[in-house]
T-cell receptor, first 118, second 112 residues
Framework: EAQVTQNPRYLITVTGKKLTVTCSQN?????MSWYRQDPGLGLRQIYY???????DKGDVPEGYKVSRKEKRNFPLILESPSPNQTSLYFC?????????????????FGPGTRLTVL | GESVGLHLPTLSVQEGDNSIINCAYS??????FIWYKQESGKGPQFIID?????DKRQGQRVTVLLNKTVKHLSLQIAATQPGDSAVYFC???????????FGKGTMLLVSP
């Protein structure tokens, strides 16, 4: 089954304790992305990756790191989490990002990770 | 935790009615648009997309209309069912950018 998986699904942690949220896709997709979702603010992109070893900042990258050593995995790292990073996080992937009106690859989302930083 | 459904505009319909969910976008350079459905506790799910060289696209029970003149996108759901209850997001791709920009969403509540 084609899917995007995230772990953990729920996490409660304390300020300053480094954590990693894993994301994996089994569709051989080139493009992967992380979003956070907050009430009243919608989905905001944190980081994205066009392919292995190619990553770039999204709209809200502060306080986050990512890596793309393999095509299937795109972990999100919080080196020193703070309470304002309490949110619902989604990983997403799509085959590629070609741009333009001919680019209609579907973007698939993972089930989400609810993070609480105390 | 607080639901992402709070603070959202809400559309309440009866089962069997047709639903219309609207989305305004601001960037005239946007050339690709997607509608997503997000059920409680799940990630967004692709519904239908449309390219800027089209005005209308139909799927199964859903139709997306694009009016580039007024920068407006709508999602029409025919014969709405209780299982359609969810938050619906529009997303746009601005030409030349490798990201999607999402709207805040609309909550659709379907009563039996």
């Amino acid at each position: 089954e084609a899917q995007v998986t995230q772990n953990p699904r729920y996490l409660i942690t304390v300020t300053g304790k480094k954590l990693t949220v894993t994301c994996s896709q089994n569709m051989n997709h080139e493009y992967m992305s992380w979003y956070r979702q907050d009430p009243g603010l919608g989905l905001r992109q944190i980081y994205y990756s066009m392919n292995v070893e190619v990553t770039d900042k999204g709209d809200v990258p502060e306080g986050y790191k990512v890596s793309r050593k393999e095509k299937r995995n795109f972990p999100l790292i919080l080196e020193s989490p703070s309470p304002n990073q309490t949110s619902l996080y989604f990983c997403a992937s799509r085959l590629r990002w070609a741009g333009g009106p001919d680019n209609t690859d579907t973007q698939y989302f993972g089930p989400g990770t609810r993070l609480t930083v105390l | 935790g607080e639901s992402v459904g709070l603070h959202l505009p809400t559309l309440s319909v009866q089962e069997g009615d047709n639903s219309i969910i609207n989305c305004a976008y601001s960037n005239s350079a946007s050339d690709y648009f997607i509608w997503y459905k997000q059920e409680s506790g799940k990630g967004p799910q692709f519904i239908i997309d449309i390219r800027s060289n089209m005005d209308k696209r139909q799927g199964q029970r859903v139709t997306v209309l694009l009016n580039k003149t007024v920068k407006h996108l709508s999602l029409q759901i025919a014969a709405t069912q209780p299982g359609d209850s969810a938050v619906y997001f529009c997303a746009e791709n601005i030409r030349g950018y490798s990201t999607l920009t999402f709207g805040k969403g609309t909550m659709l509540l379907v009563s039996p």
